[in-house]
């Protein structure tokens, strides 16, 4: 049987196929072949949330996950939530309230608060910190991340 | 951290990939949520040189009620059980465990059936299944046998399947009491977890970290006598007692000592849990 994995999946809208080592990790699919640099490298070990990507809406660790296993899926990274260059409100709502300090993190919360937001639309302050339980900032502290969160889903 | 290289089957039934692992031997593992196996891998400490992805048969993520028994198939992540209704129904303690296992990226990947079959001695799933007198299947492209979640887990890593046996389902019986279950979460994993059921008697297993659940027999007992209304300390003695002989880890994550505290803790808070349950009459 052949070690390479023919996968078809959608990118932040665009069709992509590629033919990719099996043991290819999705986080290495996105950033080297795919050039997708929002998709951040930490802990490695599915801890951090670093790493976070969207797979049909649900978020995944892009570093502990294969690229043969998105096969047929639809795959969000913090690039696809632009839409004709403007920024989507949970990213607007993060520059508002300060949510940002290096930036590292950052990728990961909105995609993980945005798919919350995406199955709740009108999470409680308790259900947001529940959804962020998981993504790690060694910057800010996570009152400022939880203010934007709040205010986009309300917005 | 990078996985070696390995060789990605995608069989279409239980047959052909039972049959595979088989031929495969040594070198070969059923993959399923990836969330421990690819960590190991990608860390070396595990090498396999076939995967064989059991994502893609048909009806191994199926919930549902069959006869007496909540029968949950292994393919269903966290995710799924924690938001299946007739789970939240039928074994909401379940339905709780499985929204707080480590995080939503863990839950939303990893399987029920990689999770009891990897037999992560700080998992929790294996301690409240094993409270809740679980059967779980095992096929292969031979033959099929349910056996109790009890006599699965034999220690770190080990459980009763066979190398070419596929876990399937995970089935529990139906209105055979109230159950709770309680942890001491660090991390991505519990320092301790305590599950108690009851119907005539009270079932108390622990997890512990160094081996697999473990049922205390004299809490249990303590528990039926007193009825519910056991004191503090006769319980944290009780427990003290139960595990007194038992291997409990020291490591970086917590020394000894206050792991044994933190399993009585974890008792005493599954009790309490219990007794609500009972309260309300909501399983």
Not at chain 2, 130 to 147: C, Q, T
Request: net charge negative; hydrophobic share 40%; aromatic share 6%.
């Amino acid at each position: 049987m052949d070690t390479c994995v023919d996968i078809s999946v959608e990118i932040n809208g665009v069709p992509v196929s590629r033919s990719v080592p099996a043991e290819t990790l999705l986080i290495d699919f996105l950033r080297d072949d795919l050039g997708l640099r929002s998709v951040k490298l930490s802990c490695d070990m599915e801890i951090c949330g670093a790493c976070t990507v969207l797979v049909d809406d649900l978020p995944v660790s892009s570093c502990t996950t294969l690229a043969a296993d998105v096969d047929g899926a639809a795959v969000t990274t913090v690039e696809g939530l632009i839409t004709d260059g403007a920024l989507d409100p949970l990213q607007q709502a993060f520059i508002d309230h300060g949510a940002v300090q290096c930036g590292f993190c950052t990728p990961g919360f909105i995609l993980a608060a945005k798919a919350l937001l995406l199955r709740n639309p009108s999470p409680t302050r308790a259900e947001i910190v529940s959804a962020l339980d998981g993504n790690i900032c060694r910057c800010t502290g996570y009152t400022k991340i939880v203010e934007a969160v709040l205010h986009a889903a309300s917005a | 951290m990078r996985p070696d290289p390995f060789t990605y089957h995608q069989p279409k039934s239980l047959a052909e990939a039972s049959s595979l692992v088989a031929e495969l031997g040594d070198g070969a593992a059923f993959y399923a949520g990836g969330t421990e196996l690819l960590l190991l891998m990608k860390m070396q400490l595990a090498e396999y040189r076939h995967l064989v992805n059991l994502k893609n048969i048909d009806g191994l993520k199926t919930i549902g009620v069959e006869h007496d028994r909540l029968v949950i198939g292994a393919l269903a992540t966290h995710y799924d059980i924690a938001f299946s209704t007739a789970v939240l129904k039928h074994c909401p303690s379940l339905s709780r465990l499985c929204s707080e296992i480590a995080n939503i990226r863990v839950r939303v990947a990893g399987t029920i059936g990689g999770n009891l079959c990897f037999a992560e001695p700080r998992a929790d799933p294996p301690v409240l299944l094993v409270a809740l007198d679980a059967g779980l299947r095992l096929i292969s492209a031979h033959a099929s046998r349910v056996i109790p979640a009890s006599e699965f887990f034999l220690g770190p890593f080990e459980t009763a399947r066979k190398p070419d046996e596929i876990l399937t389902t995970i089935e529990i019986p139906l209105g055979t009491g109230f159950a709770s279950v309680e942890r001491m979460k660090q991390g991505n994993y519990s320092l301790a977890t305590a599950a108690i059921s009851r119907s005539d008697c009270h079932q108390t297993w622990i997890g512990y970290g160094g081996g697999p659940p473990k049922q205390l027999d004299g809490t249990g007992a303590l528990l039926d006598r007193d009825n519910g209304r056991t004191s503090d300390e006769a319980l944290y003695a009780a427990v003290a007692e139960d595990i007194a002989d038992l291997e409990i880890p020291s490591d970086i994550e917590a020394g000894e000592s206050y792991r044994r505290h933190l399993i009585a803790v974890a008792v005493k808070r599954a009790l309490v849990s219990l007794h609500e349950t009972e309260a309300t009459g909501v399983h």
